[in-house]
């Protein structure tokens, strides 16, 4: 696998490298021992799959405070999504700038979100699936969220929202002395 580190500290994307031959293609998405040696969480315990229909299907932006926070491996298994992480690190030189990724089913990317990140998507073809790893059980009192537009990030989305949970629509704005709690 091939590591390349964002412009955010601690977050990666990550390339597989694909062994091919006649039978069609083989690569390691996942080794404890490769994401150790970078001092990444190691430990998943918890899997999710979203399904998502139609293009332009918006989740998120979405974490959890602790003792719950969690870190993602994010990666696109059919279609394709643009993915966003909001560094929520408040000593981080980084703090609340964003990152962004196009994860999908062609280039096999994935993208390691550390704790302490706001994490959320948008779907770039119908019928998208995103399947990611989590370091953390969900937590439904510790959930966090704001939402996609909101005017502290200034996240510049490659197409028009066009389904949002109520959820997310109705996240407060971001308020930069209570979001941890």
């Known amino acids: 696998?091939?590591?390349t580190e964002t412009t955010l500290k601690g977050a990666f994307v990550i390339d597989p490298e694909p062994v091919k031959d006649e039978r069609g293609m083989f690569a390691r998405t996942w080794c404890r021992k490769e994401f150790e040696a970078r001092g990444?969480?190691?430990t998943w315990v918890q899997n999710n799959l979203s399904v998502n229909i139609h293009q332009g299907t918006l989740r998120g932006m979405h974490y959890q405070i602790a003792p719950h926070e969690?870190?993602?491996l994010v990666q696109c298994m059919k279609g394709a999504i643009y993915d966003v992480i909001v560094d929520l690190r408040p000593a981080s030189s980084t703090y609340c700038h964003y990152f962004s990724v196009v994860l999908s089913a062609e280039n096999r990317r994935m993208l390691f979100?550390?704790?302490t990140f706001a994490h959320g998507f948008l779907t770039?073809?119908?019928h998208s699936e995103v399947f990611y790893h989590m370091s953390e059980f969900y937590?439904?009192?510790f959930a966090r969220g704001f939402r996609w537009d909101d005017s502290v990030f200034k996240i510049e989305w490659p197409e028009p929202v066009s389904a949002v949970s109520d959820k997310d629509m109705n996240w407060p704005p971001f308020a930069p002395d209570s979001f941890l709690s």
């Open 40 to 42: 990444l969480k190691a």
């Open 124 to 126: 770039l073809q119908d």
């Open 113 to 115: 979100i550390p704790e």
């Open 70 to 72: 969690e870190a993602k």
């Open 1 to 3: 696998m091939i590591f």
């Open 139 to 141: 937590a439904p009192g």
